[in-house]
Structures are given as structure tokens and as C-alpha cells.
């Protein structure tokens, strides 16, 4: 079987890419494609990759099957719509778009394309959250119908270059309100409920740490799913605190799940049909034998040199098992707008106090 070839978009996440791309046998990433003329450089010294390019659609021209976007978030729905046109696989970094107008147009070039396209949803393919989720499916919480999801990743320090120019992280995310970078919470919580957002609430704290940024340091979304279910996601971009980027918490009729809130706690499970009796926590890790995939515990030595704690590995070994088996991809472009639109809706309910919006019905588009 031939090599899929890769074309990669951006040299600094792009190196992340490169490296766990390498670790399988049937890919060979060919290109890399980057404004920055000296960074391109550097990244083909670096890792041996002699097609390199400054401009997008001559990456796009390159004989490539695959291309791999981890540009600023504004350019996501434009490049994956401008590849899907010639038929070239995408992945994509999050969040899919940043408009309505562009989900709807990057969902057309979807149903047009030949060419499959995936969201980069790590945070699903992280290993805990991959656990809850087969054990959902078995039914040891019961009914689900609270969840919690909070990214805290103070980034101020990542507003801009080193040439002093602003990053994707100023003008993307802190340049504007609402829960605008919420897809590592919401997407493994909407996994294990296995249903869309209907209604989202946006409140924020206003803006005390970093008052040029019009982001405020604390977002709080409030989303109600199609049965009623409630999710409640933090975003905090800019306060002074350590980062705790991957909190979740769950309640079902028959059990409940805790994620590590500091540094040196476990995660944690509280499940009537093993504790009747007692209201002790258990540790999540002793039902991983039972609810993880078989490569999940033998967690072989690369992935655990991989990013978001071994979940990129996962994610691209999916990724590539849905290209060159043409399989369903599991985060498709409905569940990468799923995913997406919540958030995108968020600023116009911020902006109105918190007002109810409804999310599009994607189907009916």
C-alpha cells in the first residue's frame, strides 16, 4: 500500500504533528507550509522535510493527500474548504470555524468533497475521559444528566511573538467574549452523552487580570442538551492561578465521576452497584483494565512521549485508520460543528446577559 502524503500547515504545533505522524509506517509527511520564511527553514533542517512553502494553495498543489491545519483558528474554515475542493483529506486543529456563515460553508464543501474530513478533538482520545465513556456505554453511572468541563490555561504570556506581533491566542480567543476555545471541555462530555447542545447561557466575570483583552478572565457556558441534560463549562484564559486544562465531573442516577482538581490527586469514581454501602471514591485506574482499548494499556513507550498526555498518538492513529480503511470518522464534520457552534453562539448570549440561544438543527441545513 502506498504512503499517505502529508502536508502540514504551521511549523510550531506543526512539529508536534510531525513527530507522531512519524511514528507510523504507512504516512510520510512530505511538506510543510508557513508564512514565516525563517521558521520554515529552521522546521526543514530540523526534520529533513525538503518541500517547503509560503503560500497555501501551492502546498495544496503538491501532490498531497492529506493536510494538516494548525494555523491561527480565524483561517481553519477557509483552508479545510480550500482543500476539500481538491479532494485532499483534512484534519484540523479546533475550533472548525468561527462564524456561522463559515460552518455552514465549510459543512457544504464537506457534502461536495470526495476527501474525508476530522476535527483535532485530542482531549476525546485522552485516556480517563476514553474510560468514562466505555463505561457510560455499560451503564455504571445510570442515567447522566450533569456534567462539568473547565479549561484554565493562563496564556497572557502568549499574546504575541517574539517580533511582538499578536498570536492567534490574542485575536482569536482573548480578543473577543464568550467561551470561544471550549471544545477540550465540551468534547469529551458530549461523547458520553451521546446527543448535541440545544441551548446555550453565557455569563463572564469581566476582565480584572487583563483588562486590555476584551475576553473576560472567568467564562462561564451553561449548555442544555436535547434530553434536558445540563453542561456547565469554565473558560479561563488570562487569571493568576496554575493551569488545570483538563477538569471534568459527571452525575448519572448510579454513579459519578471526579477528575483531579490539583496536581497528586487521582481521578476518582463513586459507583452504586460496586459501593452500595459506602460512599467511599474509588480510583478510576481499576476499571481501566475493563473499559480501556487493549493498545490504551499497554500504552507502548511513544505515546507516552506524545502530546495532551498520549492522546495525539490515539487521535492520529485514528485518524489515519478512517483514511485508509475509509471508515466513519468519530469526529466527523457534524460532530466537529457540534462541537464548534455552542461556542460560536456563546458571545451573542454573553453579549445580550446571558440570554438563551438556540443552536442550529446542522441536519436541516
Known sequence: MNKLKIGIVGTTRGADFYEDFNLFNNVEVKAIMDTDEEALMKFSEKYG????????????????DVVVLTSPIHMHASQAILALNKDVHVLSEVTAATTLEECKLLLDAVKRSKAKYMMAENYCYIRENVAINNMVKKGLFGEIYYSEGEYIHNVKHLQYDENGDPTWRKTDTMGKRGCNYGTHSLGPILNWFNESVQFVNCLGSGSHTSPDNEIDDTTIMLCRTESGALIKIRLDLT???????????????????EAPRVPGEKHRVWLKDYNPSSEEWMDLEKFYPEFLPEDYLKMPVEPKNSNHWGADYYMIKDFLDCIMNDKPLNIDIYKALQLTLPGILSEKSINSDGKQVKIPDIYKW
Do not use: A
Open 239 to 257: 487569571s493568576n492561578r496554575p493551569h488545570n486544562m483538563r477538569y471534568y465531573s459527571l452525575q448519572g442516577t448510579k454513579g459519578c465521576y
Open 49 to 64: 522535510v525538503k518541500r517547503t512553502f509560503s503560500n497555501y494553495e501551492e502546498l495544496l498543489n503538491d501532490d498531497i
